[in-house]
Nanobody, 120 residues
């Protein structure tokens, strides 16, 4: 059974930091591109950051310089370090794992989401 379990969300003041974690089980973690998405009510889910199998990262323009994605293949875990948080970062954050072969998504798994609220 595949599971992606997020943790680390919560309430933080503007300018503060949070670190999200996502532990994967039931998959060969090292084969997967790992992503963090976020969603607010009434809006589409948006890609925040991605880390490839080879460790290359990509961030959305809205979080560049503030958020850092990383992975630890020895622990089947991906992280999202979020600094200088803004109220507009408030959302449910979802961990996602994609197994991509020859440009085709073969497997696609999601976590249950963790709420991040940035407010004074």
């Amino acid at each position: 059974q595949v599971q992606l379990v997020e943790s680390g969300g919560g309430l933080v003041q503007p300018g503060g930091s949070l670190r999200l974690s996502c532990v994967a089980s039931g998959i060969n973690f090292s084969f997967y591109t790992m992503n963090w998405y976020r969603q607010v009510p009434g809006k589409q889910r948006e890609l925040v950051a991605a880390v490839t199998v080879g460790g290359n990262t990509n961030d959305a323009d809205s979080v560049k310089g503030r958020f850092t994605i990383s992975r630890d293949n020895t622990k089947d875990t991906t992280f999202l370090q979020m600094n200088s948080l803004k109220p507009e970062d408030t959302a449910v954050y979802y961990c996602n794992g994609k197994w991509v072969r020859s440009g085709v998504v073969v497997k696609d798994y999601w976590g249950q989401g963790t709420q991040v609220t940035v407010s004074s």
